[in-house]
């Protein structure tokens, strides 16, 4: 007890009760250490002032890339739960309870169809909020439903991609999303139709090894992180200091492996650009 609560009178403290306050009002920049406001953050389609771009959901994805924050969810093939019975000091089964309670998606990948500065494209989005927005069967499927609504729509393909690699937890059903989701851009191609890939932070692994590095235009948010091995597992195999900014978007951008680093509000004007040149419409 401290000298406050003795001369409170006996029962004034139940008049006044305490309130809740949320602990994500106030989020920091992990550039400038500045604290930003949760409403400015939204305003600013999640930028901090200092250009930092915070990981975000397929919600705002959607809502951030379709003219009028409008689309159509596209329903996603059903796989089978935990086929490895997986077991680590935590099962499998348990991790994925967790992940869809905290994301409320049931896997870590959505798609959706709607429209991009007027050209109707399905897009694919990955949440690394969920496990890592790892690459197993669901979102190995996930992908390439996407690609077959967009071959039977005859519409572009565009996916956002972020992810930490193939899901551990699946084995080699997870390594077979590789070839898998390779073999279904190859009849996206076929049916010319245009596969942009928009690299956020970060895009590392298996994903980066197959649909990631794949498009016909490849846009970076900037300092996103792009690589198969992390800078970490490089510098201590070769033993040497990597380079300011390795394996960042600009880095890459600089040696010719993407082809712009776009702000996020900036990515649907881009993304719409490339669309009428490659699906050939006219300027908007």
């Given amino acids: 007890m401290n000298w406050l609560d003795k001369l409170t009178p006996p029962g004034m403290k139940n008049i006044f009760t305490k309130r809740d306050t949320p602990e994500n009002l106030w989020i920091k920049c992990p550039l400038s250490d500045e604290m930003v406001f949760h409403k ?3 305003a600013g389609h999640h930028v ?3 250009g930092h771009h915070i990981r975000i959901g397929p919600e705002l994805r959607f809502r951030y890339t379709f003219d009028d924050e409008k689309w159509e969810p596209i329903e996603l093939p059903p796989v089978p739960q935990d086929p490895l019975k997986f077991r680590d000091h935590k099962r499998y089964t348990d991790r994925l309870k967790a992940a869809r309670a905290k994301t409320g998606d049931s896997d870590a990948v959505r798609v959706g169809v709607g429209k991009i500065t007027g050209i109707e494209t399905v897009v694919f989005v990955q949440n690394f909020n969920f496990m890592g927005g790892s690459l197993g069967m669901a979102a190995g499927e996930g992908f390439i439903r996407g690609t077959e609504e967009a071959v039977r729509r005859k519409i572009p393909f565009v996916a956002f991609t972020s992810a930490g690699g193939a ?4 084995g080699a059903l997870s390594l077979m999303q590789m070839p898998r989701t390779t073999l279904a851009l190859v009849e996206l191609k076929a049916a010319g139709l245009p596969y942009i890939v928009v690299l956020a932070d970060p895009t590392t692994g298996g994903v980066t090894a197959s649909y990631a590095m794949l498009g016909d235009v490849h ?3 900037p300092r996103a992180l792009i690589c198969f091995a992390g800078p970490r597992v490089i510098e201590q195999t070769i033993r040497e200091k990597l380079p300011e900014g390795f394996q960042r978007s600009e880095y890459l951008m600089e040696h010719g492996m993407i082809d712009a680093v776009v702000s996020r509000a900036d990515l649907p004007a881009a993304i719409g650009q490339y669309l009428r040149v490659l ?3 006219p300027a908007a």
């Fill in 219 to 221: 846009l970076a948010e």
């Fill in 40 to 42: 400015d953050l939204a």
């Fill in 279 to 281: 699906h050939r419409k």
């Fill in 167 to 170: 899901r551990m937890q699946e």
């Fill in 48 to 50: 901090t002032p200092a």
